[in-house]
């Protein structure tokens, strides 16, 4: 019998130590920063991938057969995702990641979050109104992204804790690290003034110095219109300002148009890890902006 009870323990040991926490993000950042805390012993897919607009993602059945399936569900929150992850989580009927339950982790937790509106006005189509959802493109922010998620693997697979408390400080020393260097890029251009397309920056401008003085958008989420363009025109000419920060999901003729009306410069920066094929990972992400951004200065 104890010959037997052994042969069992053998057979079911490794399909035990193997089994993965399988998560689902809905933005490749906390894909790449659940990789990073959970290393082997996750299994991530994210939903939207580094060039899409993640405020605005079509629903795909496959995302629903993912989502069904998960052990843990991470989500911006806020209203970044209000769009389309409410419909997905109820199509995907898996109580442990419905809000509330067990698996179902809210990234913004703890985050110190900027720009909460005073008032709400949902009538001008602002998709901003819980304070700036785009707080991932602060690099500090992402030790405390890590955090939340080492809490949540520690408690659905407390036997590893030691494993994934490990990886949350190399990868909280990795930031801090690589934070000085950034910085140390960036200084001499530190309250450079510049236009954005979309309403978010302010953390990476928080951090990094940059001066973010309007937006190709009259409001988040609403394109750019004539009178908005022409203000932007007329603003660039009398601050003296020479960049417009772009990103990958939007058209670039509006930003073309300003800068050809200025003589101003068009930069792209990546606002997701897989923007681009170079950026695969959270830390990719920041060399690649803070680059773009040193190119377009000099
Ligand atoms: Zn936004």
Redesign the pocket.
Same mark, same amino acid.
Do not use: G, S, T, V
């Given at each position: 019998m104890k010959k037997y009870v052994s042969l069992l323990l053998l057979l079911f040991a490794p399909l035990c130590t193997h089994a993965q926490l399988k998560i689902v993000t809905t933005i490749p950042d906390l894909k790449s920063i659940a990789e990073y805390i959970g290393g082997d012993r996750v299994n991530v897919f994210s939903i939207a991938t580094g060039y899409q607009n993640p =405020?605005f993602v079509d629903p795909k059945p496959s995302y629903i057969l993912k989502l069904s399936k998960a052990d843990i569900f991470i989500t911006v929150g806020l209203d970044?995702e209000t769009g389309w992850v409410p419909a997905l989580l109820n199509s995907a009927r898996n109580q442990r990641i419905q809000k509330g339950g067990d698996g179902y982790v809210d990234a913004s937790t703890n985050i110190p979050l900027l720009q909460i509106p005073t008032s709400v006005n949902r009538g001008e189509g602002d998709? =901003?109104i819980y304070g700036n &959802? !785009?707080y991932w493109l602060d690099p500090l922010n992402g030790k405390i992204i890590a955090q939340t998620i080492a809490a949540t693997l520690s408690r659905l697979d407390p036997g590893h804790q030691v494993q994934f408390r490990a990886n949350l400080k190399i990868f909280t020393e990795k930031i801090d690290a690589k934070i000085k260097e950034w910085e140390g890029k960036l200084t001499r251009f530190k309250n450079t003034k510049v236009i954005a397309y !979309?309403?978010?920056w302010p953390y990476f401008e928080h951090r990094f110095g940059l001066t973010i003085v309007d937006f190709l958008e009259p409001k &988040?989420g609403i394109p750019p219109t004539a009178s908005q363009l022409t203000k932007i025109i007329s603003i660039m000419k009398s601050e003296q300002i020479s960049i417009i920060i772009n990103s990958p999901y939007f058209m670039s003729e509006s930003a073309d148009l300003v800068a050809r009306n200025t003589g101003g410069k068009v930069v792209t920066l990546a606002t997701s890890v897989g923007a681009t094929e170079t950026i695969k990972s959270y830390f990719d992400l920041f060399d690649y902006n803070v680059d773009q951004i040193l190119t377009a200065i000099q």
């Open positions: =405020h970044l998709i =901003h &959802p !785009h !979309h309403n978010e &988040p």
